[in-house]
């Protein structure tokens, strides 16, 4: 254990302008990643490998897709599609495969499609081991 730290708080038994001493043992913090961790960094490994044998990968728009690269705490991966038409049998079949070993997680494929300048639609995908659903699109494309 390390040592004792000395704090010093206001107390109602002390009297006025008086502070109570009391000692504060610094929390040990545990550094081993919990196994969630180490879950949501496999599948983000496994699915950067798998999307790049299908486009090219750029966080700004620039390319067909982005894994994002934020972890919230929860048991999905965000994929940010550039092109409606990157979205194939073959890549939803490669990114099921991704998570064979994780089949409780999902991975959200949220397409970023432009027209003329503005977001086409907020559609999408939730790919899950073994099933797949749609998002409805918010927007109607002109």
């Known amino acids: 254990m390390g040592p004792l730290l000395q704090h010093n708080r206001p107390s109602d038994e002390a009297g006025p302008g008086q502070n109570q001493t009391f000692d504060v043992l610094p929390r040990k913090l545990?550094?081993?990643?919990?196994?969630?961790?180490?879950?949501?960094?496999?599948?983000?490994?496994?699915?950067?490998?798998?999307?790049?044998?299908?486009?090219?990968?750029?966080?700004?728009?620039?390319?067909?897709?982005?894994?994002?690269?934020?972890?919230?705490?929860?048991?999905?991966?965000?994929?940010?599609?550039s092109r409606l038409a990157f979205i194939t049998p073959e890549l939803v079949a490669a990114v099921q495969r991704s998570q064979a070993d994780m089949p409780h997680w999902r991975v959200l494929l949220q397409v970023d499609e432009e027209v003329n300048g503005s977001p086409a639609s907020s559609t999408g995908l939730t790919v899950c081991f073994d099933s797949v659903l749609q998002h409805p699109s918010s927007r109607t494309r002109s």
């Open 30 to 81: 545990s550094m081993k990643p919990h196994p969630r961790d180490d879950e949501w960094q496999t599948l983000y490994r496994s699915l950067g490998a798998a999307l790049s044998q299908f486009g090219e990968e750029d966080a700004y728009g620039n390319g067909d897709y982005w894994v994002v690269d934020d972890d919230y705490g929860d048991t999905s991966h965000k994929v940010c599609v």
